[in-house]
C-alpha cells in the first residue's frame, strides 16, 4: 500500500449523523432491500495531538477513557483509530491523541449512534494525518468498530450514517468480497418524518433471534419464501419516493409495521405510538430498527400535522420526539 503522508494540520474535526430504517428492518439480514433515511441528529469528533501522554484518549459526555485503561464502550473505537495508523504509516511518536466527542443522537435508540460515533472518528483521523477521507479505508476502518459493537453487522449504519441522502441498502450474501451494496434513492415530493422513542432498550440480539425464529416457524422448508412480502413493501415505498406519492408511502409504512407486529418484533409501546401518530393525522407509521423498544416513525404530508404528531406521541409516553424534512433540495430538522 501506498505510504499516505502526514498532513499539516494540529486539529481536525469529522462529522456524522443519525439514521432511521424506513422499511426493510430485520428482513436486510436476509438479503432483501432496506430503505434508510438520513436524521439531522449529528455526532462531532474533535481530534488533536496529545503532548501530555504517549496515550490515546476519548473524551464524552457519556464515557472517558484511553488506550491503556479502556471502557469496553471505547475498545472498538480504539481498536480502530490503531487501524487507520497502521494504514496510514504513522510513526510511533505520532500516535497519542485526544478526542473529543460531541453527540446528540440518544444511544440504544435505533438511531445508529454507535455507527455516527465511528465515522465521525474516522473521518477526524483521516484528515488529521492525511488531510482527506479515502472512502475505502473509512469503511474498512468503521467496519472494525461497529464489528466490535454487533458482532456481524451488515454495514448498513455504517454506510447510512455518512450518506446524507435517503439510500436503499442490500447485502451481498452470495459475494464476501463484495458484502454490500447500496444506492442513493430518487426523491420527488416533500415529505415530513416525526421520530417516537420510547426509552425501552433491548438487546439487538435477542430481537434478531426471535424474528429468525418467527421467520422459519411460519415459513417451515422455504423460510425465503415469507421475506417476499417484505421485499413487495420496500419496493412499494421505493416507487412513492420516486413519484412523490406520499399516500402510498403512508400505506406501505403500515403494512411494514404489520408484517413486523406478525413476526413478534413490535410491542405495546411502539403499537401505541403508531396508532398514535395515525389517530393524529399522520399518513404511515411503523417501528423503526430492531423493535420490541427503540423507536417509531411516521410520516405527515404538513409541518403543521407533524408538529400535531410530536405533540400527541409525548402525551402517550414517547421519552423523545424529532421532527425533521427530507425533500430533493436536502433534509432539514425543525
Known sequence: MEQIKR?????????????????GEHSVVYGTPAVVLPVPLSV???????????????????VVGNDRESSSLLDGYF???????ELCHIPKLDRALNIEILSDIPIRSGLGSSAAVANAIAIAVFKFYKGNVPKDLLYQAVHIAECYAHGNPSGMDMIATS???????????SNPNKPFHFKKVPIAGTYYFVTGLTGIEVMTKTVVEKFAQTLNQNCEDDYLYGLNDFDAVVSKMLAALKFGNLKALGEAMNDNHQLLMQYGVSSPALDRLASTAISSGALGAKLTGKGVGGAMIALCDT????????????????????????????ITGF
Open 163 to 173: 450518506e446524507n441522502t435517503p439510500i436503499v441498502f442490500k447485502r451481498n450474501l
Open 79 to 85: 481498536r480502530m483509530i490503531k487501524q487507520i495508523q
Open 303 to 330: 409541518l403543521e400535522i407533524a408538529n400535531t404528531v410530536r405533540q400527541s406521541l409525548l402525551i402517550q409516553g414517547a421519552k423523545k420526539s424529532y421532527c425533521f424534512c427530507i425533500s430533493k433540495s436536502g
Open 7 to 23: 498532513a499539516y494540520t494540529n486539529h481536525s474535526e469529522g462529522k456524522a449523523h443519525a439514521k432511521l430504517i424506513l422499511g
Open 44 to 62: 462531532i469528533a474533535k481530534v488533536t495531538k496529545n503532548d501530555e501522554s504517549d496515550h490515546i484518549c476519548i473524551r464524552s459526555m457519556l
